[in-house]
């Protein structure tokens, strides 16, 4: 089996995250997608809590689309991967990845570990793909063809409590849930 592993903060997950889930499963790209929504880590501090992302995301699972629910306080990327590749040791693993993501990428922890899975890569903010790709020396890539979608979760986040700033941005049933937990 094919398994898109998509981390991510998802604070909130807004409509361009499961845009991109459907996609790839409507596309054959991939048989299942794991969406794996991290704890605090290095680069991002006070996340709405993990459980309250995850019952955010359970609104979109199904058979295809899965919410992982144990690992998502590992702090590092290439931790995940290990503890998914054991999970998973006859499935097939994609790192999914907005390509804004690659202009640092070695520095990310354990990188080199991480450049043995395929990469699904995501266009973001005119980023040149092949250009990083080449100088992290990785051939086993995809770049969806999907148009690039002006949606902010930090945006989402500040104007929650105007629906119509932000519905156009997320599904109605994460915006109730945003005004329930912020009620």
């Not at 459980?51 to 609104?59: T, V």
């Amino acid at each position: 089996m094919r398994i898109g592993v998509y981390p991510g903060s998802f604070d909130p997950v807004h409509k361009g995250h499961i845009h991109i889930v459907r996609y790839l499963l409507k596309k054959e790209i991939v048989d299942r997608v794991l969406i794996v929504p991290t704890g605090n880590y290095w680069e991002k501090q006070d996340l709405t809590p993990v459980g309250d992302r995850i019952a955010m995301l359970e609104i979109f699972a199904n058979e295809k689309i899965v919410i992982e629910r144990e690992a998502n306080e590992l702090p590092y990327t290439y931790q995940l991967m290990r503890e998914l590749k054991k999970r998973y040791p006859q499935d097939e693993l994609f790192l999914i990845l907005g390509a804004d993501n690659l202009l640092r990428f070695d520095q990310w922890r354990e990188y080199g570990e991480l450049l043995q899975f395929p990469f699904l890569l995501i266009k973001r903010n005119g980023i040149d793909v092949e250009k990083e790709m080449q100088r992290l020396g990785k051939t086993d890539y995809r770049l969806l063809p999907l148009k690039e979608m002006d949606i902010s979760s930090t945006y989402i986040r500040e104007h929650f409590h105007d629906y119509e700033a932000v519905r156009d941005m997320i599904d109605i049933r994460v915006y109730r849930y945003l005004k329930k937990l912020h009620a």
